[in-house]
């Protein structure tokens, strides 16, 4: 009867162990679990979602197109083609426009900024002097006038020169025109604002103090030799100082060469739903059907 229960005692304790540890182990897993919400108890308020970072821009490649007939492009150190569709072309860098008496073409930069060149107008991707270096989107308007839709203000720095000018764009929406007879730039600002510095020497470049022309305020320059030629159109107002935009109807109707530009520009202005600011209206003239783009 001894040896019998010498033999059930070791497994005696085998079972019992096991039990233990299955007991052990259910414990743990039960503390381990979180309690049941009691009624009543406030509740942890749900993770916030993370915010959605926007992707950078993208630059596109630039692109031209015409909008009236017609319109010369290409590259600065060859011959220009006559664009002879509507569609968009690729223009790469360092390209060229030139529009003819009826002529509209537009430029698409990177996919930021739309640059409409009206009629008689010569516009290049470069700086005007060869002895310049580009900084940002630099473009030199050799003639005509053109209007900058800047899009992309915050991400794209815009200079924009002429012979007697050197405008940096620090809004959005502006006219840019250049006579090269009288070498008069005239630039109004419709939205945002420019910082302008007229070339005191067209020989030299060099530049005389910036101003702040804001929304609604026009601005214009050319040489000193040269003031004479619109003295009695300026209508009072004083060369290299912003003034209102509806200052300048004297000007746009005391040089013939300015109104059909300013017709355009009002007519781009409407397609792109920006306030005029006064600008005054001109009579009708001979200078194509024009369309907004």
Avoid at 43 to 61: F, S
Avoid at 69 to 78: C, E, K, R, S, T
Avoid at 252 to 276: F, H, M, N, S
Wanted: charged share 20%.
């Amino acid at each position: 009867m001894s040896r019998d229960r010498t033999r059930i005692w070791p497994s005696a304790l085998l079972v019992t162990a096991l039990a233990a540890g299955i007991w052990s182990v259910g414990c743990q897993r039960k503390e381990s679990a979180p309690p049941p919400p009691q009624a009543g108890a406030p509740t942890a308020a749900p993770e916030a979602p993370k915010p959605v970072v926007p992707e950078t821009h993208k630059p596109a490649a630039v692109q031209v197109r015409r909008d009236l007939a017609n319109v010369l492009a290409g590259a600065q150190n060859a011959d220009l083609k006559k664009l002879d569709d509507d569609q968009w072309h690729p223009a790469g860098e360092g390209w060229r426009l030139a529009t003819d008496p009826d002529g509209e073409g537009v430029v698409d930069q990177q996919g930021c900024m739309l640059i409409h060149l009206f009629q008689k107008g010569e516009l290049m991707a470069a700086p005007c002097s060869k002895a310049m270096l580009a900084g940002g989107n630099t473009f030199c308007q050799q003639a005509g006038t053109a209007v900058y839709n800047n899009k992309c203000s915050s991400q794209v720095k815009v200079n924009i020169q002429t012979r007697t000018a050197e405008i940096s764009l620090l809004g959005t929406w502006l006219s840019v025109t250049y006579l090269p007879g009288e070498e008069l730039t005239v630039a109004m600002v419709f939205e945002g604002s420019a910082s302008i510095r007229p070339v005191i020497n067209v020989e030299t470049r060099e530049l005389g103090e910036p101003v702040i022309v804001q929304a609604g305020q026009g601005w214009y320059s050319l040489p000193d030799n040269k003031k004479g030629l619109v003295a009695d159109a300026a209508g009072g107002v004083a060369v290299r100082q912003p003034a209102d935009i509806g200052a300048f109807k004297p000007m746009i109707t005391g040089i013939a060469a300015l109104r059909p530009w300013v017709e355009r520009i009002q007519r781009r202005a409407e397609a792109d739903k920006v306030a005029l600011h006064g600008l005054p209206s001109t009579a009708p003239v001979s200078a194509g059907t024009g369309r907004p783009h």
